[in-house]
């Protein structure tokens, strides 16, 4: 009983040489196919992304290197219009290491005969969706279309099993380590972002800097304002008020205007629960609090100012061009980006009324003529699950936040602990965010991100379980 989860969490010496091999066969053989043209590429990303396997030892230190590749690089089809780390996120090897990263697992789960969980709804929805995922695979497969555009699709959505990978094991049990992670993470985002304007200067007007990771900050923001509301430990919120502006910093570079609009309702939100939390405090401590308040915006003028040298004043025409819409829904109209978009959006409805049902399949592809090009996604999360997955795969989706949002107003209800009630309102109000983001982009159903969404879910399901 003792050896066996002993094997669980570390992992015995005898297993570990040969998924070391399998690992190092998958990762050489993926990481050749996709970066074939940069042999400095190669040796890199074989020798940075073999440690988790040579050095780490447990599936805890495997997770987090996992996780700090998929949230803090970039793909390399944003590299042009974002010039951050050279180091980028590639599917295959993605794909590769997550694929080991499961092996790992399952060794551990099969070695543990004294293991045991239970099946709930949360745990049934998230099956289910993976299954018409695989299914939803094999479909595009039947159909012909390109291996390398169901691959695109179905990693992402595969991610939906780390849910089992967390809930299985001592992982649920550290959101604390996972939210502290995620936020350094975060927070080197930010600073790639300040590194891409300094490199963009002036014709930020004609190149908005664009990536995918920014979507973190969605995270971020309410995990901070969760912090400074009901945390007792000051070293912790002292390092998220540190931080927080180098997050307001990014979200403001990164001119996505749906991100906008989420990040300000929830400032809104937390603005709104710590005048109710502190308002008998702030009246006493009126004096420490305006000072605080005009430190923090102080901060944010000498970043403002500082964007605006570095870009020569550019950054805030670009912006001020992307915010119009939000004075008046009137401007989509003379919005080019918003028009085609929305254009795209009703062609893809329009052609995919013959398969409503289960949808044309994973890896399909569609020519924009808006565009003048082909499309794997679109920018909104639920008409492109509508068109790869149908309406039932739509529907298994949907179901998986219908249930995790009950469990989270559920669990608002109880008498949390501090941490507990940090851990489920950065959830709530990260996935609030991201289903406002997820109406402008595929975020929620394309981006690697699920990787992290499906962590979240079973740390929620965790907590519940105490309670319920």
């Known amino acids: 009983m003792v050896e ?140 012909a279309y390109k291996l390398g555009n169901i691959l695109e699709d179905l990693l992402p959505l595969c991610y939906f099993g780390t849910y089992f990978i967390v809930s299985t094991t001592d992982l649920k049990n550290e959101p604390d380590r996972f939210f502290n992670f995620l936020l350094f993470c975060t927070f080197l985002i930010s600073l790639q972002f300040i590194y891409a304007l300094s490199i963009f200067k002036s014709s930020i007007v004609l190149n908005r800097i664009v990536s995918q990771h920014i979507h973190m900050a969605q995270f971020a923001v309410p995990y901070i304002g969760s912090v400074l509301l009901y945390s007792e430990n000051m070293r912790q919120k002292k390092w998220c008020f540190f931080i927080l502006p180098f997050v307001f910093a990014g979200v403001f570079i990164s001119q996505q205007r749906a991100l906008w609009f989420s990040v300000f309702v929830t400032v809104l939100v937390f603005i709104i629960l710590g005048l109710k939390k502190y308002r008998v405090t702030i009246k006493k401590h009126i004096g420490n609090v305006a000072m605080a308040i005009f430190g923090f915006f102080l901060i944010c003028v ?136 997820a109406i402008s982009n595929a975020s929620l159903a394309h981006y690697r991100f699920i990787f992290v969404w499906a962590t979240m879910i079973a740390i929620v399901e965790t907590v519940y379980r105490k309670y319920a």
């Open 4 to 143: 066996n989860r002993r094997f669980f969490s570390d992992f015995s010496p005898k297993v570990i040489p040969q998924v070391n091999s399998i690992f190092l066969v998958l990762l050489v053989i993926a990481t050749l196919v996709a970066t074939l043209e940069s042999p400095r590429i190669i040796f890199l990303a074989v020798v940075v992304l073999a440690l988790p396997c040579i050095v780490f030892r447990s599936l805890r230190n495997f997770f987090y290197f996992f996780l700090f590749y998929i949230v803090t690089f970039e793909e390399p089809g944003l590299s042009v219009y974002f010039p951050g780390i050279p180091i980028k996120y590639i599917t295959l090897v993605a794909g590769s290491v997550f694929f080991l990263l499961i092996l790992y697992w399952a060794l551990g789960r099969l070695s543990d005969n004294q293991a045991s969980y239970s099946f709930l709804n949360t745990d049934k929805a998230i099956l289910a969706f993976l299954v018409l995922t695989l299914f939803s695979g094999i479909y595009g497969f039947l159909r």
């Open 302 to 437: 000498l970043a403002v100012v500082l964007i605006r040298k570095v870009s020569q004043g550019n950054v805030f025409f670009t912006v001020l061009a992307r915010s119009s819409v939000f004075l008046s829904p009137k401007f989509l109209m003379y919005d080019e980006s918003a028009q085609i978009r929305i254009n795209e959006l009703k062609e893809t409805l329009e052609e995919n009324k013959e398969e409503i049902l289960f949808g044309k399949g994973l890896g399909d592809v569609r020519m924009t003529r808006w565009r003048d090009t082909y499309q794997l996604t679109v920018d909104n999360s639920f008409i492109f699950l509508l068109w790869k997955m149908g309406i039932i795969g739509l529907f298994s989706f949907m179901l998986i936040y219908f249930l995790l949002f009950k469990r989270m107003l559920r669990l608002l209800k109880m008498p949390l602990k501090s941490n507990e009630k940090i851990v489920i309102m950065t959830i709530l109000w990260n996935f609030v965010g991201m289903l406002i983001v």
